[in-house]
C-alpha cells in the first residue's frame, strides 16, 4: 500500500486519543514516533515523484494550449490567404489537441490532488511529531511519578500489616501479664490471713528470753565477787 493510499488513515488518526486509550504511554509514545517518522521519511520520499509529476503533467497542458491556440492562428491565416482546404487541416489538428487537452487535464488534476494531499499529510506528520515531542517528556515524568507512587503504596501496605503484627504482639503481651497477676492475687489469696499474734508473743518471748540470760549472769559474777 502507497503512502497516498493511507491518506485517510493519516489524517484521521487521533495522537491525543491514542495517547489517553494507551496502557502505558512511556513506551506507546516512543513507537508512535517511530511510526510517524517512518511515514514522514515516505512522505517525503514520494513528495518529490509526485511534485515532478505535477509539474510535468502541467508543462504538457500548457503546451498542448498553446499548440492549439497555434492551430488557431494558423486557421485564421490560412482563411485570409483564401486557402481553405489549409485552415480546415489547422482545425482538424486543432481538434485532436482539443481531445488530448482533456486528457492532460485529467492527468494534471490527478497529479495535483495527490501533490496536495502529501502536503497534507505532511503538514500533519509533522505537527502529529511536534504534539508528541512536547508531550513525550511530560508524560514520561508523569508516568515515572505513576510507577513511584505504586510502589510506595505497596510499601506502606507491607508497612501496615508489620504494624498490625506489632499491635498483636502487645495485645498478647498485655494478656500474659494481666494472666500473671491474676494467679500472684490467687496464690495470695489461698495463703490465707496473716496471724499477727504469732509475731508479737515471738517478739517478747525472744526479749525475755535475754533477760533471763543477762540476770543469770549478773548474780553469777556477784557470787564469784564474794
Known amino acids: 500500500m502507497s503512502i497516498i493510499a493511507r491518506f485517510k488513515d493519516i489524517m484521521s488518526s487521533n495522537i491525543n486519543a ?3 486509550e494507551a496502557e ?8 508512535y514516533l517511530r511510526n510517524l517518522n517512518r511515514d514522514l521519511g515516505k512522505v517525503k520520499s514520494e513528495t518529490a515523484s509526485v511534485m515532478a509529476e505535477e509539474q510535468r503533467s502541467k508543462r504538457l497542458l500548457n503546451e498542448c494550449q498553446e499548440d492549439i491556440e497555434k492551430m488557431e492562428r494558423y486557421a485564421i491565416k490560412a482563411l485570409e490567404a483564401g486557402d481553405e482546404g489549409d485552415a480546415r487541416k489547422f482545425l482538424e489538428r486543432k ?14 488534476q490527478l497529479a495535483s490532488t495527490n501533490s496536495l494531499q502529501m502536503k497534507q499529510m505532511h503538514d500533519k506528520l509533522v505537527a502529529d511529531i511536534g504534539e508528541l515531542e512536547s508531550r513525550r517528556s511530560a508524560l514520561k515524568a508523569k508516568w515515572s511519578v505513576a510507577k513511584t507512587q505504586e510502589r510506595i503504596n505497596k510499601l506502606g501496605a507491607s ?32 495463703a490465707g490471713p496473716k496471724d499477727d499474734i504469732e509475731d508479737l508473743t515471738a517478739k517478747y518471748d525472744q526479749k525475755s528470753s535475754n533477760v533471763d540470760n543477762e540476770l543469770a549472769a549478773l548474780k553469777e559474777r556477784l557470787k564469784n565477787n564474794n
Do not use: C, H, W
Request: net charge negative; no cysteine; glycine share 8%.
Open 18 to 20: 491514542l495517547l489517553d
Open 159 to 190: 508497612g501496615a500489616n508489620s504494624g498490625n503484627s506489632i499491635s498483636a504482639f502487645g495485645r498478647m503481651e498485655d494478656k500474659v501479664n494481666r494472666a500473671l497477676d491474676e494467679a500472684n492475687a490467687m496464690a495470695e489469696l489461698n
Open 24 to 31: 502505558n504511554p512511556e513506551k506507546m509514545i516512543d513507537q
Open 95 to 108: 481538434g485532436s489537441l482539443e481531445t488530448k487537452l482533456s486528457e492532460l487535464q485529467a492527468s494534471y
